[in-house]
């Protein structure tokens, strides 16, 4: 028996947990133990628990509870606390995912002890270093010993930054394995899609009807706390929530609530509160968060993962940055790079609109993505 210890921060990494956890309780529970690490990065009781109960992920053995703070200051916590609890609990590997501070922080923690450290969504890459997830992820992928990406693009990146692809046995830190998995949440997407179609009544909750609601997430600070494009952005979706007669439905991240008021236009503000057709609501559970993907005519995201998921469920996206790590559906024509641009906002809504020769193929692997990655877990440490 192996063991994992898991580290989680942000409620998209502890989705993204929630499929590794599956696989384990279902195939692999007499050959992996998984403890999970909360480092509390981002962290909101209610949400978290909301999280873990509907899609039944083992309760955290650890929380951190480091939260919010500086770059320097939020990671420095996370490392203190995360070597404490290797020490004590020596894992065989640490588990990762992603690009969070949480990420670099275990990865960090974990290599410098000399344990393993396997990268779930290894080799993706924006090429814009001004983002912190962009070091993150890179840092992160040059410290690990088995790196899991989701695409044939991070497969690229990886052979371009000096990964030997041809690395199968005697993996360690100096000799890392790199592996095309698919995509894990797209395992989740297939998996709680029919979970979603049962218990969520968020469409009747809100009065939307199917395709006649666009579904919107912003909360990365580049556009929440500099005001030109907070603006910009709300001018561009009050355009198109005029011109469409659609709803628009936005989930809120609590930060991005709380800078409305502070950074929005006040005019551009007025307008807002007084169209009953953009509904502002709380946070929302994934399985309502489905619902609302699977049932949208569009999705406008600054959201690495809600991007994904607009293909997942084939239905167009624009995406409120200008560069993004997921560039297969740029190039396939499904969403389109917009930055904070009130214009480009309108422009790509129109051609998303309009455009009636979408395709869907499959970047993202076959829905296994989680027993591959245990599969090979296991092989690793048993060698």
């Not at 983002?131 to 690990?144: G, L, Q």
């Not at 009807?209 to 709300?234: M, S, Y």
């Amino acid at each position: 028996m192996k063991k994992i210890i898991t580290i989680i921060g942000a409620r998209p990494q502890i989705i993204k947990a929630s499929a590794l956890s599956r696989a384990i309780r279902n195939h692999f529970q007499d050959q992996l133990e998984e403890l999970i690490v909360h480092t509390g990065q981002h962290y909101d009781e209610n949400m978290s628990r909301l999280f873990f109960d509907e899609l039944s992920i083992p309760v955290p053995s650890y929380n951190l509870n480091v939260g919010s703070g500086s770059h320097g200051l939020q990671t420095a916590k996370m490392i203190e606390g995360l070597e404490e609890i290797f020490l004590k609990e020596k894992p065989d590997a640490v588990v990762v995912y992603g690009d969070t501070n949480s990420t670099i922080a275990g990865a960090l923690a974990a290599v410098k002890i000399h344990i393993p450290v396997v990268h779930i969504e290894a080799g993706l890459r924006s090429f814009n270093k001004a983002m912190p997830e962009e070091i993150n992820r890179i840092a992160c992928d040059h410290m690990s010993t088995l790196l899991f990406t989701p695409t044939q693009t991070g497969i690229q990146n990886l052979k371009k930054e000096g990964f030997d692809l041809s690395i199968e046995d005697n993996i360690s830190a100096d000799r890392p394995a790199v592996y095309h998995c698919g995509d894990i949440m797209y395992d989740n997407s297939l998996h709680f899609s029919t979970i979603s179609d049962e218990k969520s009544t968020i469409l009747k909750d809100l009065g939307l009807i199917p395709n006649q609601f666009i579904l919107c997430t912003i909360h990365r600070d580049g556009n929440t706390d500099v005001k030109e494009n907070l603006t910009a952005i709300f001018e561009g979706l009050l355009t198109i929530q005029r011109e469409s007669g659609y709803a628009i439905v936005l989930p809120l991240h609590p930060r991005t609530k709380s800078k409305l008021s502070e950074n929005l236009d006040g005019a551009v503000y007025e307008q807002l509160l007084s169209n009953s057709l953009i509904k502002i609501i709380e946070p929302v559970g994934f399985l309502d968060v489905i619902a609302l993907e699977k049932n949208s005519a569009m999705i406008i995201t600054d959201s690495g993962g809600l991007q994904k998921e607009a293909f997942f469920f084939q239905k167009p996206c624009i995406i409120l940055r200008p560069q993004t790590e997921w560039v297969e559906i740029v190039e396939n024509g499904n969403a389109i790079l917009v930055g904070a641009s009130k214009s480009k906002i309108e422009a790509a809504y129109q051609t998303l609109a309009s455009k009636n020769d979408f395709t869907f193929p499959t970047l993202y692997g076959d829905g296994a993505a989680a027993t591959f990655i245990c599969e090979k877990i296991i092989k690793a440490l048993n060698e």
